[in-house]
């Protein structure tokens, strides 16, 4: 069984970086396709980033496009979401995925908070 914990979270101001990361264990960690989600308050769960399996594809939500970097570590069994210039609407609590087709597996998240 595949448990992914996310690190990282806190609260920055607006315009500050941020770099949230999320340990896997449990699995083959470079079989998995990973991506971060994130849920703002009384909203549902929405699509951030995803990477492929060696890391040389990458997809974003347009919200982010030009200011998360979404990387990966296979050998550390590790990805990363690097924000920089953060906005009070990147408030949420975000969320580690992973699985080999689909995101079969999830942390339990990690709260981000930008104050404007």
């Known amino acids: 069984q595949v448990q992914l914990v996310e690190s990282g979270g806190g609260m920055v101001q607006a315009g500050d970086s941020l770099r949230v990361s999320c340990a896997a264990s449990g699995g083959t960690f470079s079989r998995y396709i990973t991506g971060w989600f994130r849920q703002a308050p009384g909203k549902t769960r929405e699509f951030v980033a995803s990477i492929r399996r060696s890391g040389g594809s990458t997809t974003y939500t347009d919200s982010v496009k030009g200011r998360f970097a979404i990387s990966r570590d296979n050998a550390k069994n590790t990805v990363y979401l690097q924000m920089n210039n953060l906005k009070p609407e990147d408030t949420a609590v975000y969320y580690c995925?992973?699985?080999?087709?689909?995101?079969?597996?999830w942390g339990q998240g990690t709260q981000v908070t930008v104050s404007s």
């Open positions: 995925a992973a699985g080999v087709l689909g995101f079969d597996y």
